[in-house]
C-alpha cells in the first residue's frame, strides 16, 4: 500500500527518533499524497529515509505515531499489538481482580487509543480519527486475544473526539452486549460500572494502588471522600475498618452509585451503618462542617484541560487544600490529588504548599502517588504521567 508521505524539516527528525509519537505541524517540510483527517501516513526525514507511521489530522497535533517501523494496521497487527500488551498486563494485575486498562494510549504505543476491560467488557475510547477508524479491525483483534472470555465491546468514543466529527457517530456496542451496570471485583472490593452514562469508561482504574493505600490508614477512623463519584476509597476505607465515613459529591447519581457500592459489599450490615453520603457542592460542604476528619481524600475531576486554563486551575487546587487542611485533625491525614495534564509534579507540589502555608498547617510529605501499572507511561512521552497525588500527614 503506498502510503501518503509526511517530510519533516532538517533536524525535526531527532525527537522522532527518541521516540516521541507526536509530529507537530511546525516539524513539517512538507505531505505527499493529499492526507485527510484520520489517513494512515508514513513520516519521513528530509532525505525521505523512513522513520514511523502515524493517523494524520489537520491541527498542531499532525501525526499521532502508532509503529516505528513499516505497517499496515490490519487485525493481524492489531491482534499481536493487543497480545504482547495483555501478556504484560497480566503479570501486574493484583489477586481478585477483574477490571484493569488494557491499553493506555501513548503509553503502550496506540496513540490515541484507550480500553478499559470491566470482568469481560472492553470499553473503548478514542482520542483521534484514525484511532477511531481502526474500531472494526480492534474489535476483532479483542475477540482473537481474549476469546470466549470476552463479552462485549462498547466504543464511547462520542466524547473524546473533535467536536464536528463527533457529531456524525454514536456510542454503540461494536460486539456482544451486556447489561449496565455491569458487577466488577478490584482486590476483593465489588463494584457496579456504568460505561454508557457513567464517567469516562465508568470507573477510576487509575486510583487502585492509591485505594489499597488509604486501606492502611483508615481503621478506625473518621474519613470523608471528596468528590467520591462511585465511592472507590469510601469502600475501601470501609472494610479496612473505618468508625465513620462520609462520602460527598456534587451529583446525585454519583452518591446513589456509590450508596449501592456499599450495599453490595456490605448489605446492611453495621459496616454499611457507619457510611453517609451527601449531594453537596465539596467546597461548601467544607465550608459548613467544622468537625474534623482524621483522613480526607480530595480527588476533584480535572480543573485545567488547557495551558490557557492553568492558572485558574492552580488558584482552585490552592483554594480547595487550604479548605481540606482547615478540616483535618491534629495528626490526621490527606490524600490529595490532581489528574490535569497541565498542570505538572513540580506545579502541584508548590501548590499544596501555598495552600499549607494559607491554612496555617505544618504539614508533612508521606508518599508520593501516581497512576498503576496498567497506566503506563512512556518514558519519550511524560505527558502521559496525569495523575499526581500526595499523602500528607498534618500537625
Not at 516505528?68 to 497487527?77: G, L, M, Q, S, T
Not at 508521606?366 to 495523575?387: C, M, R
Request: net charge neutral; hydrophobic share 40%.
Amino acid at each position: 500500500m503506498n502510503l501518503p508521505k509526511i517530510y519533516l524539516r532538517p533536524g525535526r527528525e531527532e525527537a522522532i527518533r527518541r521516540f516521541h509519537p507526536w509530529v507537530f505541524s511546525g516539524a513539517v517540510s512538507r505531505t505527499e499524497g493529499d492526507p485527510q483527517d484520520g489517513d494512515v501516513v508514513e513520516v519521513l526525514d528530509k532525505k525521505g529515509t523512513y522513520l514511523a507511521t502515524g493517523h494524520f489530522h489537520n491541527g498542531s497535533i499532525l501525526v499521532r505515531i502508532f509503529s516505528f517501523e513499516p505497517v499496515i494496521p490490519d487485525v493481524a497487527y492489531w491482534t499481536a499489538k493487543l497480545a504482547n500488551i495483555r501478556r504484560i498486563r497480566t503479570a501486574l494485575l493484583p489477586p481478585h481482580t477483574n477490571c484493569f486498562r488494557l491499553v493506555h494510549g501513548e503509553g503502550d504505543g496506540c496513540t490515541g487509543l484507550i480500553i478499559d476491560l470491566y470482568n469481560g467488557v472492553a470499553v473503548l475510547q478514542a482520542h483521534s480519527i484514525g484511532m477511531h477508524r481502526e474500531r472494526s479491525l480492534i474489535t476483532e483483534a479483542l475477540k482473537n486475544v481474549f476469546g470466549n472470555e470476552l463479552l462485549a465491546v462498547y466504543d464511547k468514543s462520542a466524547e473524546t473526539l473533535p467536536d464536528d466529527y463527533a457529531a456524525t457517530i454514536q456510542n454503540a456496542y461494536r460486539y456482544g452486549c451486556t447489561d449496565v451496570p455491569h458487577e466488577v471485583e478490584e482486590n476483593g472490593h465489588r463494584f457496579l460500572v456504568d460505561w454508557i452514562s457513567g464517567q469516562k469508561t465508568g470507573f477510576f482504574l487509575d486510583q487502585r494502588d492509591n485505594r489499597k493505600l488509604l486501606a492502611h490508614y483508615s481503621a478506625g477512623k473518621k474519613v470523608l471522600n471528596a468528590f467520591c463519584y462511585s465511592g472507590g476509597f469510601s469502600v475501601y476505607a470501609l472494610k479496612a475498618g473505618a468508625a465513620l465515613v462520609h462520602s460527598v459529591d456534587a451529583s446525585q447519581k454519583a452518591i446513589d452509585l456509590t450508596n449501592r457500592n456499599v450495599t453490595l459489599n456490605f448489605g446492611d450490615s453495621p459496616v454499611a451503618e457507619r457510611h453517609q453520603a451527601y449531594a453537596d457542592d465539596v467546597m461548601k460542604y467544607l465550608h459548613a462542617h467544622d468537625e474534623p476528619y482524621d483522613v480526607m481524600v480530595l480527588d476533584p475531576p480535572a480543573y485545567a484541560k488547557s495551558l490557557s486554563a492553568r492558572h485558574r486551575a492552580v488558584q482552585g487546587y490552592k483554594r480547595l487544600n487550604a479548605e481540606g487542611l482547615r478540616r483535618i485533625a491534629k495528626g490526621g491525614i490527606l490524600f490529595t490529588f490532581s489528574c490535569s495534564q497541565v498542570i505538572d509534579r513540580e506545579l502541584f507540589y508548590n501548590t499544596i504548599v501555598a495552600a499549607a502555608i494559607e491554612a496555617g498547617r505544618q504539614v508533612r510529605v508521606l508518599h508520593h502517588l501516581s497512576q498503576p501499572a496498567d497506566h503506563p507511561v512512556n518514558l519519550f512521552h511524560p505527558e502521559g504521567g496525569y495523575l499526581k497525588g500526595l499523602v500528607l500527614w498534618v500537625e
